[in-house]
């Protein structure tokens, strides 16, 4: 073994703090060793007696970590190092160190609490902080604590927060440093071409950084499909030079040639994902081009699914990145974006946690035996309002019982290697005789690329069943053995025809199926009430229904980029069970319509006229509509008496909560709110007790009632209430003014026409002041009526002067 690695300076400090402790943090520089050096380290300490378990968080880093310890041991891979990814295995009987991806471990603790023959597990590249690892992180403190005191338990990283995760652990675990290879790394800005492609920009940088410099080169590209643009771009420049993509979805084969130098010697270009940022070192790399792009995984939880959103990586994983081109020797990084932008970037990437589907880490908590996961030891624990929502999500898989404890058929859930959803469709195929078709979907959506690209999941399963290449074989056989594991686990087989391949994601994700909305197969509603849009030219466009994959975007129109046609007869020959037939209230702004409807979640499949609703379902919605406007609906002139004498019980808040006392009984048998005033008024004072009637009459008396004997309604409702308006003859023989308790009657005196003459508060002082000169224009104005010069002592009467003499 190679001694000439950074982290074997430190490698003495380490080991003795694992003689001495359960638990440790090893923070080491990209470069240093860490990934192939410590593990192998750990295999010959005396408390080691069984296997050391690496963590590595992608597929290709694992292989590639395993390789590389086994040619450091010099022997094949597979004997004393292998690894475990859900693709591909080397392990045998005598392997001390086995590499596997973050998902495949917290399968085997689940399975295994105790770890049995597990001496240490690695957490590689731990600040990367993806579910899985904080899952499988918090899992193995817990077994340590309760099961295991002399399990070990190492995290490793470039970038984290040591003293941090080492206050997770306990048990006063240390922080062991080590230095990097400090070999000297040019920074160099290009700045963004935000008039330019991703693939068109990236092209011409790597073209530049070809020509000025020397070494292998790598770049960064947010995801598969600006890698492959890119590379024809750069094949038609660059004929003779390897260029080589490196990601997730690449052969074994290929990924070996990516990460090694050329055979003949050649300078090439390798086009990666974030994959290579971390856990992989690329021999010969010392120029790195940097997009400044990251593809993430983010949970829709409006669709129900994860998608992969394109960001800006952040400052740590630029670092990360950069680091690559100065492993080696002395290096250069080439970076599209401006160097004052560069603080405006995010520090680290959030953890997954924050922004992941959590029904996984639920169903897996719950099979651990935990409900709540505050229980647990976490960096940064579980969002509630996320946690909640995956809990119902996995109740309706019935997964969780109604305490949130995992049922017999989440157990068997949680016994596929999957997300809930699929293992939940999985085993509902496998009762139904489609278990292969069902596994195949799930795979397919969880593989990018695989059957090739298109919405149309259907030819893309086709394509997958024509196509021969390696990766395409290795698919199949691991579908075939999910098939098969999940008809081991199933309980009942029902005989007949196996339902279609949309049923089987339609029963697995019932938010998801999708009524087409136009003729052109542009607008869809789902059950879930979301809308979404598709491609008019799509193979999908003319399907009655859609069982939805997957989508992007977050707005109301998500564009459909996985799905399933269905017809009408599918949905109601398999999904009758989820049809509601139901009768529907709705407020048209003046009355409840009523009707029937059969209903899919939000997706209305008929409707017509309830001729018999719910009559105490009818009142129920007219009070509530009642309440939301009771001031338009309480007669104005009993309203403001209320309110000018202070009587609470007719208050308009008081109303609201008693409403079911008072306005129930005068809604019977109604469509509307056009309740007769006279029965809305009735009912209103029935609520009055005797004293409160007695002094609303009192103190604010409906009417006024004139020296003439006309009477008058009072308003009390205007800015200057309680006024009343009168004909100026009917208050002759008045000499005092009218009061309303202690507040003088307003009087809007009239003239025999019914204009208006004038307003006062005073009537002694009109009589005495400006009744002179209104006398004089009513004379010449109405001159068969009565206009006396001292009004006050007059006979009231409104009749004419001949009229009035006669009687």
């Known amino acids: 073994m190679s001694l000439d690695l950074p982290i074997h300076a ?3 400090d380490l080991l003795g703090a694992l003689r001495s402790r359960s638990s440790a943090v090893l923070v080491a520089p990209p470069g240093a060793g860490k990934t192939t050096a410590v593990a192998p380290a750990l295999i010959d300490q005396h408390w080691c007696t069984g296997q050391v378990i690496l963590l590595s968080p992608r597929r290709v880093a694992a292989r590639a970590a395993a390789e590389r310890m086994a040619e450091m041991l010099g022997e094949p891979v597979g004997q004393r190092v292998g690894y475990l990814t859900r693709l591909d295995s080397k392990q045998s009987s005598a392997t001390r160190i086995l590499v596997v991806t973050e998902a495949i471990f917290v399968s085997r603790i689940l399975g295994d609490q105790e770890l049995e023959g597990v001496s240490a597990v ?7 902080r993806h579910l899985d690892s904080d899952l499988g992180l918090a899992l193995a403190i817990e077994s340590q604590s309760v099961l295991r005191e002399d399990l070990r338990i190492l995290v490793m990283s470039a970038t984290i927060d040591g003293a941090r995760f080492a206050r997770l652990l306990g048990d006063g675990a240390p922080v062991i440093e080590s230095e990097g290879r ?20 990236m092209a011409s940088a790597i073209l530049s950084a070809w020509r000025e410099e020397e070494g292998d080169l790598l770049a960064f590209l947010p995801g598969v499909g600006e890698i492959e643009r890119t590379r024809e771009r750069l094949a038609e420049r660059l004929p003779q030079v390897p260029i080589l993509p490196l990601h997730g979805q690449v052969e074994p084969t290929a990924q070996r040639a990516a990460i090694r130098r050329d055979g003949e010697g050649r300078r090439r270009i390798v086009l990666a994902t974030s ?7 690329l021999e010969g790399v010392s120029v790195v081009v940097d997009s400044g792009l990251s593809r993430r995984a983010e949970f829709d939880i409006a669709a129900g699914v994860t998608h992969l959103v394109t960001r800006r990586s952040s400052q740590a994983a630029a670092a990360q990145r950069a680091g690559r081109a100065a492993r080696q020797g002395p290096g250069v990084a080439y970076r599209l974006w401006e160097e004052a932008a560069h603080a405006g970037r995010e520090a680290f990437d959030p953890p997954e946690i924050v922004a992941a589907d959590l029904a996984p880490l639920l169903l897996a908590l719950a099979q651990w035996g935990v409900g709540d996961p505050a229980t647990l030891a976490w960096l940064d624990p579980p969002p509630p309002a996320a946690s909640s929502a995956a809990r119902e999500r996995l109740a309706k898989l019935d997964a969780l019982d109604a305490q949130g404890k995992i049922t017999e058929r989440g157990r068997r859930i949680a016994a596929l290697p999957m997300e809930p959803w699929q293992a939940a469709m999985l085993l509902f195929g496998a009762e139904h005789g489609a278990g292969l078709e069902a596994a195949k979907l799930a795979l397919l959506l969880q593989e990018r690329g695989l059957g090739g690209k298109g919405e149309d999941l259907a030819q893309r399963l086709s394509r997958w069943d024509g196509d021969r290449s390696p990766r395409a074989k290795a698919s199949v056989k691991l579908a075939e053995g999910w098939a098969a594991k999940a008809r081991g686990l199933r309980k009942s087989h029902a005989e007949g025809i196996p339902p279609p391949l949309g049923i089987l994601l339609a029963f697995a994700l019932p938010d998801n199926l999708a009524r087409r909305r136009d003729v052109t ?19 999908l466009a003319s399907a009655e229904w859609l069982a939805i994959g997957d989508a992007q975007g977050r707005a109301q129109a998500a564009r459909i980029t996985a799905a399933l046609p269905l017809t009408t007869t599918d949905v109601e020959q398999w999904l009758g069970d989820k049809i509601e037939r139901r009768s529907v209230l709705r407020w048209t702004g003046e009355r409840v319509e009523a009707r029937l409807e059969r209903r899919l979640g939000t997706v209305t499949l008929v409707s017509g006229p309830d001729p018999k609703p719910d009559a105490s379902a009818v009142t129920a919605l007219l009070v509530e509509k009642a309440v939301q406007n009771l001031e ?10 209320a309110a000018f004498v202070g009587v609470e019980a007719l208050d308009p808040a008081r109303l609201a909560e008693t409403a079911e006392e008072w306005l129930v009984p005068l809604l019977q048998g109604r469509r509307d709110l056009d309740i007769p005033k006279g029965k809305l008024t009735d009912a209103l004072l029935a609520l009055l007790d005797w004293d409160a009637r ?9 009417e006024f009632e004139t020296p003439a004997g006309t009477t008058h309604p009072i308003d009390y409702s205007g800015p200057d209430a309680p006024c009343v308006e009168v004909r100026v003859q009917a208050l002759f023989g008045l000499e005092r003014h009218p009061m309303i308790g202690d507040t003088p009657l307003l009087l809007k005196l009239t003239s025999p026409a019914g204009r208006p003459l004038q307003a006062t508060r005073d009537l002694p002082g009109f009589w005495r002041g400006s009744w002179a000169d209104v006398r004089k224009e009513m004379k010449g104005r109405y001159p068969k009526h009565r206009w006396p010069e001292e009004p006050w002592a007059e006979a009231p009467s409104l009749k004419t002067k001949n009229a009035f003499l006669r009687s």
């Open 10 to 12: 430190v490698l003495p």
């Open 122 to 128: 690695l957490f590689d590249e731990a600040h990367e």
């Open 182 to 201: 400090a070999y000297p790394l040019t920074i160099k800005w290009l700045g963004s071409r935000p008039e330019l492609r991703t693939d068109e920009a």
């Open 275 to 281: 994959i290579a940022e971390t856990s992989i070192t």
């Open 521 to 539: 197969g542009e607008s869809w509603l789902s059950a879930g009430g979301r809308g979404y849009s598709l491609d008019p030219g799509s193979p």
């Open 632 to 641: 338009d609906i309480l007669p104005i002139d009993l309203r403001a008496r």
């Open 694 to 702: 007695q002094r609303l009459d009192k103190l604010a008396p409906r």
